[in-house]
Every structure is written in structure tokens, then in C-alpha cells.
């Protein structure tokens, strides 16, 4: 009868402390890197003139500091860099052809986040976010640049390392709200990105 009553207490604290510690909510700190996947770009010149560019898959790095709320959302400021290789270049009538260059984008965006079960050691999210890309084409000569508004859609899993520490697996979905405006030609963006990552919280 002991152990039972004993077992019980144990289970009582347990469940105590685990809510203890999924009410608890402060900022935290956090680095991700992985594989980036441009989609092909759109050019257009404005005369008529159209063309597909190609890329070789690439990098991407970001920074974040965020705050974690003890129900609801989470929200963070990011800064993160992508680049890839130019691979092909290809217009209607004319053969495709290599391209030797790079894109690079750098972007500062603000996320929010829902976590679906912030108590549990291994939990799904999914985020949105907003901000600024800095885009940049270069051929190993010459740079051109160009800013606009971008957004972000992400889903993935995160497992409970530590009280403290977070680590994630995330797919992220990065567009350009408007074409980047590069030497008088319009190029679209779109980037597929496979993350894993680290949060550290205070």
C-alpha cells in the first residue's frame, strides 16, 4: 500500500513540474543550417524578351533571437544568408547553356510560430514570416543587387533536448512578394531550404 501511495506522490510531482516547466516562458537564442534549393527564376527584360535561369543547389545559414511564450505563439527576429550556383540559362528558340555566377540572398525577417504541444519532448510547428530580402547576382566579375519584400512558410519537428535547449527539423518555403530588378531585368525568386537547427532559452 505504501509503494502505491508513494508511486502515486511521484507521478503527482511529475506531472506537477512538467507543467511548471511548459508554463514557463522567456526569450531565447538560436543558429540553423542546411541544404537551399532555388527554383528556377523568370527573366524578363520589359521588351519582350523572356529567359529561365537554372541554379545548383546551395547553402543556407540564419541566426535568430526570439521570446517564447508560455501558451500560445512564439516570435523571433531571423537573419539569415542562401546561395547557389548559376547552372543553366535558357530562352525560347535557343539552346540552354551553362552559366557561371552565383545568387546570394540575404534576408531579415520577423517569424511567428505555433508549436503544437510545447510540454511534449518531440513537437510539430509551423510559422509564417515577413521582412526584407537583399538579393545578389553575380557572374564572378560583376555584382548587381537588388531589395524587396519577402515571406516565409514553415513546418517541422522539434525535439526537447534539454529543459532548455530545442532542436529542429524544419522544411521553409522562401518567396519574393515582387521580382528583384537586376541590370533592367526582372527575376523572380523562390527557394525550398531543409534546416536543422538549435534554440537555447534563458
Known sequence: MKLKVMAAAALLVAASATSVMAAQAGPYVGVNAGLAIMHESDLDDGFGTTANLTFDPGFAVGGVLGYEFATGPRLEAEIAYR???????????????????????????INAYYDFS????????????????????????????????GYQAMVGVTVK???????????????????????????????????AGVRVKF
Open 83 to 109: 546561395k547557389c550556383d548559376t547552372d543553366k540559362l535558357s530562352a525560347p528558340g535557343i539552346p540552354s547553356a551553362k552559366v557561371d555566377g552565383d545568387v546570394s540572398v540575404t534576408s531579415y525577417m
Open 118 to 149: 510545447k510540454e511534449a519532448s518531440v513537437s510539430p510547428f509551423v510559422g509564417v514570416g515577413l521582412g526584407i530580402l537583399d538579393g545578389k547576382l553575380s557572374d564572378g566579375l560583376e555584382d548587381a543587387s537588388d531589395t524587396t519584400f
Open 161 to 195: 533536448a534539454a529543459p532548455n535547449v530545442n532542436l529542429d527539423l524544419s522544411y521553409r518555403y522562401q518567396g519574393a512578394a515582387s521580382d528583384f530588378s537586376v541590370d533592367g531585368v526582372d527575376m523572380s525568386y523562390g527557394s525550398s531550404n531543409i534546416l
